[in-house]
């Protein structure tokens, strides 16, 4: 059963666009929600995080949206580059333990 | 170096024979996991490791699956009999600790299997 649905699982984006990617969850004990960025041939490298605790994180480009509500948590991409392109994989987890994934979203940043 | 070593980087082998994979976590990293990646279905958790505590088996998919780590280090994911569909990237990643305080993982770059 897949514990974080995730979509959608691909989007193109022109240069300077704003990029969206959504998770949805069931489990109300998760605790830790980070976003993990991919490229070919690499491991998955952690991009940014958020707890329940806050309904907003932002680094540079990229923010998270969250609400505990809903139980869904989102990543903004903005003004999206084509280094951007990759595939991104949101996950929850408790304590920061054994991460559950969602299936991911291959993202295409066209020039 | 510096970050986590997985070899070998591609596999491939016939149906039905066994294959090992081998994981070197970052040095002083504590907990070490196994995750599959099959195309479409995102990582799939298979196995954790927490210093000498008994590991986390609990997403191995078959029996045929197991993994060991030896010292507290090095660790090897060995698949028996190994079928088509375990076809996949064997990710490893480590942490500094259970959680991590950020729960960041440390992935490698994967070992891709091909059954033929």
């Known amino acids: 059963q897949q514990q974080v649905k995730q979509s959608p699982q691909s989007l193109i984006v022109q240069k300077g666009g704003i990029s969206i990617i959504n998770c949805a969850y069931e489990n109300t004990a998760f605790d830790y929600f980070p976003w993990y960025q991919q490229f070919p041939g690499k491991g998955p490298a952690l991009l940014i995080a958020?707890?329940?605790?806050?309904s907003e994180k932002k680094e540079g480009r990229f923010t998270i949206s969250f609400n505990k509500s809903a139980k869904q948590f989102s990543l903004h991409i903005m003004d999206s580059q084509p280094g951007d392109s990759a595939t991104y994989f949101c996950?929850?987890?408790?304590?920061?333990?054994?991460?559950?994934f969602g299936k991911g979203t291959s993202l295409l940043v066209t020039p | 170096g510096a970050g986590v070593s997985q070899s070998p980087s591609n596999k491939v082998t016939e149906k039905g024979k066994d294959v090992e994979l081998r994981c070197d976590p970052i040095?002083?990293?504590?907990?070490l996991y196994w995750y599959r990646q099959s195309l479409g279905q995102g990582l799939e958790f298979l196995i954790y490791f927490q210093g000498n505590s008994a590991p986390d088996k609990s997403g191995l998919p078959s029996d045929r699956f197991s993994a060991e780590r030896t010292g507290g280090s090095v660790s090897t994911l060995t698949i028996q009999r190994t079928q088509q569909e375990d076809s996949a990237v064997y990710l490893c990643?480590?942490?500094?600790?259970?959680?991590?305080?950020?729960?960041?993982?440390?992935f490698g770059e994967g070992s891709r299997l091909t059954v033929l």
């Open positions: 958020i707890r329940p605790d806050v």
């Open positions: 040095s002083g990293h504590t907990a």
């Open positions: 996950a929850a987890s408790i304590a920061g333990y054994a991460l559950n």
């Open positions: 990643a480590s942490s500094p600790q259970r959680g991590g305080g950020t729960g960041e993982l440390f």
